[in-house]
Nanobody, 127 residues
Framework: QVQVAESGGGLGQAGGSLRLSCEVS???????MGWFRQAPGKEREFVAG????????RYADSVKGRFTISRANAKNTVYLQMNTLKPEDTAVYYC?????????????????????WGQGTQVTVSS
């Protein structure tokens, strides 16, 4: 059984930084990964994706240039480094495991590209 566990959320200040981590257990860590977020009253939205090898990434326009997704395959962990935080980044952040084992394919905003999700971690950015 796949387990997906996010950590690192909390309270940040506008202009500051936070780093989220997501550890996957119960399966080989050889899949593309993604981060999504859901703000109160809004639908869940794509934030960033990374290929199984880590060589390819993609980002939502709203976070491009501020957030960086990366992975440490030896640790079965994917990260989301969030810099220059804005109050509109406030949301519950979810980690998702893609179903593609392609080393170069980067999963994107379609939620049906993912088959396992974490419970989410709250990020709150104060102005």
């Amino acid at each position: 059984q796949v387990q997906v566990a996010e950590s690192g959320g909390g309270l940040g200040q506008a202009g500051g930084s936070l780093r989220l981590s997501c550890e996957v257990s119960g399966r080989a860590f050889s899949y593309g990964m993604g981060w999504f977020r859901q703000a109160p009253g809004k639908e869940r939205e794509f934030v960033a994706g990374i290929s199984a090898s880590g060589s390819g990434t993609r980002y939502a326009d709203s976070v491009k240039g501020r957030f960086t997704i990366s992975r440490a395959n030896a640790k079965n962990t994917v990260y989301l480094q969030m810099n220059t935080l804005k109050p509109e980044d406030t949301a519950v952040y979810y980690c998702a495991v893609g179903w593609s084992t392609s080393s170069v394919y980067v999963p994107g905003p379609l939620q049906n590209e993912y088959d396992s999700w974490g419970q989410g971690t709250q990020v709150t950015v104060s102005s």
